[in-house]
């Protein structure tokens, strides 16, 4: 069956300094989401992947979908305190069925 | 207005309580979903309306039994349950259901339950 990772599981980093998360499947997929939550908060829609190969960006947010369409990837440039929280990622399989969240990266920032 | 509501935002019940969870969303969305989420851990999938119909029931006890009045609101009666199931508990909704594209979740800021 479709297995998803989502790493690393937590990340501590100081302000200024890059990050990244990544989902990785053993399988091919559809297409996928990004969502982040605050601590104490709802998840919230960040971007949605579907083209093999695909790059978008959002400020200091760079977001990819793999050739392969089995890794994606959340790259934060220059951390803020603001970035705090967990960043899940949220997959559908081939077959169009439902969508699933992955395990999620919380980040600490330290300033 | 892309806003999901939910009340309460915090619940003691206990475990011989009748109690129940609302949410309403005013964007035309004709899918709404009830989520489970523990500390640290992702949103976990409970049931799906699409169309105001059940269209997913993810097994979950019978002591959660969700409603759809209409097309804007969802509810969630909670009788008998138990102490694991203190949780928060998240109403989304998105344009339509998934399977198709994938639709963006509009999620509600969820409802703290603890039961005792």
């Known amino acids: 069956g479709q297995q998803v990772m989502q790493i690393p599981q937590y990340q501590h980093v100081q302000e200024g300094e890059d990050f990244t998360t990544y989902c990785n499947s053993s399988?091919?997929?559809?297409?996928i989401q990004w969502y982040k939550q605050r601590p104490g908060g709802h998840p919230v829609f960040l971007i949605q992947?579907?083209?093999?190969?695909e790059v978008k960006k959002q400020k200091r947010l760079t977001f990819q979908f793999g050739e392969a369409k089995k890794n994606s990837s959340l790259h934060i440039t220059a951390t803020q305190t603001t970035d705090v929280g967990t960043y899940f990622c949220?997959?559908?399989?081939?077959?169009?069925?439902?969508?699933?969240f992955g395990q999620g990266t919380i980040l600490t920032v330290h300033p | 207005d892309t806003e999901v509501t939910q009340t309460p935002k915090h619940l003691v019940m206990g475990m011989t309580n009748k109690k129940s969870l609302k949410c309403e969303q005013h964007?035309?969305?004709?899918?709404m979903y009830w989520y489970k989420q523990k500390a640290k851990k992702p949103p976990e999938l409970m049931f799906v309306?699409?169309?105001?119909?059940?269209?997913i029931n993810e097994s979950v006890p019978s002591r959660f039994s969700p409603e759809c009045p209409n097309s804007s609101l969802l509810n969630l009666h909670l009788h008998a349950l138990q102490p694991e199931d203190s949780a928060l508990y998240l109403c989304?909704?998105?344009?339509?259901?998934?399977?198709?594209?994938?639709?963006?979740?509009?999620f509600g800021p969820g409802t703290r339950l603890t039961v005792t």
């Open positions: 992947l579907v083209k093999s190969g």
């Open positions: 964007m035309g969305h004709r899918a």
């Open positions: 309306y699409s169309y105001e119909k059940l269209s």
């Open positions: 949220r997959y559908g399989g081939t077959s169009y069925g439902k969508l699933t």
């Open positions: 399988t091919t997929l559809s297409n």
């Open positions: 989304a909704s998105s344009w339509l259901a998934d399977p198709g594209e994938g639709y963006e979740q509009y």
